[in-house]
């Protein structure tokens, strides 16, 4: 099964870019790379979803190279709201009766922000 | 609207005791999970449940039961609580073949 490895923690300073990397050696072919964040005392929030390349929405982009095998997580211009635990997630969904899917998270990655 | 729900927000209990988290989700999705945060906030699936058709994880201990009456619902039943339950527990939805989850706010069980 594909594990995933992210750094323990961060710090960064408002206004900077931040790149969280997240290692997974042994995706698979039909895994998809999604990324959450966890603020305290609440469940986990989908941030962005990719398979391959670069994926972006209007909160972060998601860089994915060719052989799959890391994927990056860009944060442009943090501010102290964006201090939380994000966890990258590896697999595939649930599809139907036969096709259980696979989900596997990483440890997350305690990202602190300071003013 | 809160799109998915658990209660109780805090669990406290004794070894031994059977307890129950209720989740429910007002999405109108076909697909709802349980998850364990640990202390170390490892998030781990422990169950997939959508039309009827439960996948466990097999490292789950049998003393954990999910029972969805319907669609909306996925209850977690824990019987025989053990000091090594303790634990933050999520429940979460998706459209089935959607990786996009969205988690409820957790319950936080403490097991004495």
């Known amino acids: 099964l594909a594990k995933t490895t992210q750094p323990i923690s961060m710090d960064s300073y408002e206004g900077q870019e931040v790149n969280i990397t997240c290692s997974h050696n042994?995706?698979?072919?039909?895994?998809?790379i999604t990324w959450y964040q966890q603020f305290p005392s609440q469940g986990p929030r989908f941030i962005i979803q990719?398979?391959?390349t670069k994926v972006t929405n209007e909160v972060a982009s998601l860089f994915i190279p060719a052989d799959r095998k890391s994927s990056t997580l860009s944060l442009p211009r943090v501010s102290l709201s964006d201090t939380a635990v994000y966890y990258c997630?590896?697999?595939?969904?649930?599809?139907?009766?036969?096709?259980?899917?696979?989900?596997?998270f990483g440890q997350g990655t305690t990202l602190q922000v300071k003013p | 609207d809160t799109a998915v729900s658990q209660t109780p927000k805090y669990l406290v209990t004794q070894m031994g005791n059977d307890k129950s988290i209720k989740c429910e989700q007002n999405?109108?999705?076909?697909?709802m999970y349980w998850y364990k945060q640990d202390s170390k906030k490892f998030l781990k699936i422990m169950f997939s449940?959508?039309?009827?058709?439960?996948?466990i994880n097999e490292t789950v201990p049998n003393r954990f039961s999910p029972k969805s009456p319907d669609k909306a619902h996925l209850n977690l039943h824990i019987n025989s609580l053990e000091l090594g339950d303790s634990a933050v527990y999520f429940c979460?939805?998706?459209?089935?073949?959607?990786?996009?989850?969205?988690f409820g706010p957790g319950t936080r069980l403490t097991v004495t």
């Open positions: 449940y959508n039309n009827k058709e439960l996948i």
């Open positions: 997630l590896v697999g595939y969904p649930r599809s139907g009766s036969g096709n259980t899917g696979k989900l596997i």
């Open positions: 990719g398979y391959k």
């Open positions: 042994n995706i698979a072919t039909n895994d998809y």
């Open positions: 999405l109108g999705h076909d697909t």
């Open positions: 979460a939805s998706s459209q089935v073949g959607i990786l996009e989850q969205y």
